[in-house]
């Protein structure tokens, strides 16, 4: 509740002008200062975005500074990267008779979106990574040509380290038991085994699907908000579309032939009905 009705009252200064370009500009000053503490430069990015939702173009027009400085894989500060994808999803135009602005999946800001999302899947010491991942999602369906295609890239690459990360783990059981045969070839008591005797190789089978638990929640919330994503994006992005394409033609359509297409729809329904049942 606090946080919207900041951004409407950000929202109404904006509109009357009674913060600045020169407001804007230091706030973009400071979140690009690396120097700056990570608290300031996430309340200047939260500023901002609110600031676009009355003039989108305060964000359009910094986007390689929002890749640069706020989508850096490299950087576990996903906060930062939180609030990018909130400003970000305030640029897509929402009027009617303008096209949606949409970039293709080789476009700097998408591809820093799917660079940060795989860097750090797999770090478990990254903090909120679960919030930060579904807004990324969310804002590659908002402003991508290809969501659906892009999402999926991702989804395949997110499964495959899923998979190494477990094969991993085999290999360092395979490791220790590696050890345990030396300790016995020397003569070294072994560690107790706490394995049932009766599994026999159930062992190996269990550890070959063996993964991190976070990774998987992970992979998991992110397959479930590409299926939620790519709902929404058929039944009202395409349909949006639709729609306005359809208003368009109508528009461009010139009136005599517009009232010639009413006419005779006009008439092949007065045949019809005169052709009833007899």
Partial sequence: GEMTSLEEFVRLL???????????????????????????????????????????DIVKSNLEVIASHGLDSSSKDLEIAKYCCIALRKIAAEKKSEAPLRFSPKHFLIEKLGEILLGTFCDETVDD?????????????????????????????????????????EEEGKAREDTDEDRESFGEPLAQSTQDPLCGDCSEAESSIHCSSTIMTRFLIVAGQIAVSELIHVETAIGKEIKRRRNLKKEKTPPQAASATKQSRRKSKSGQSAAGPS
């Avoid at 706030?27 to 690396?34: K, N, S």
């Fill in 129 to 169: 990574w679960v919030n930060f991942g579904c807004l990324a999602i969310k804002t590659i369906f908002k402003l991508s040509d290809q969501p659906d295609a892009l999402c999926g890239n991702l989804l395949k690459a997110m499964a495959k380290a899923v998979m190494e990360s477990g094969q991993s783990e």
């Fill in 14 to 56: 904006v509109v009357s002008k009674e913060i600045s370009r020169n407001v804007v500009q230091h706030l973009w000053r400071i979140f690009a200062t690396e120097s700056e503490p990570a608290l300031k430069r996430r309340g200047a990015i939260v500023l901002l975005g609110m600031a676009a939702s009355a003039e989108p």
